[in-house]
């Protein structure tokens, strides 16, 4: 999935590679934010974005085997599971 900006407040499930971007037309990288209110469930789950990547209290990101997010900023308030997970982030609160 990929988008300039993105609200889950819903479900987004697979049962192997989900991966959410923030890409600009010619696929690179974009500022724009990725924010889940909702669940989000994969056997790998990769997030990036060079701008903010929220959570609210209510979401959930759970992979059976790995998430991996980048972004500029990771605001997570809610529940994050999985076997591995790797960040990388020019600041996080």
Same mark, same amino acid.
Not at 16 to 24: E, F, H, K, P, V
């Given at each position: 999935m !990929? $988008?300039?900006a993105l609200k889950t407040p819903g479900n987004i499930n697979s049962t @192997? #590679?989900? /991966? +959410? #971007? !923030?890409? =600009?037309q010619d @696929?690179?990288?974009n500022t724009g934010e990725i924010y889940n209110l909702g &669940?989000? =469930?994969g056997e790998n789950i990769n997030l990036q974005t060079n701008g903010t990547l929220a959570q609210s209290s209510s979401g959930r990101i759970e992979a059976t &085997? $790995? +998430? =991996? $997010?980048h972004s500029y900023w990771l605001n997570q308030n809610g529940y994050m599971n999985a076997a591995d997970i /790797? =960040?990388?982030h020019g600041r996080s609160e």
């Open positions: !990929s $988008a300039t @192997g #590679q989900t /991966t +959410i #971007q !923030s890409l =600009t @696929g690179s990288a &669940n989000i =469930t &085997n $790995a +998430i =991996t $997010a /790797t =960040t990388d």
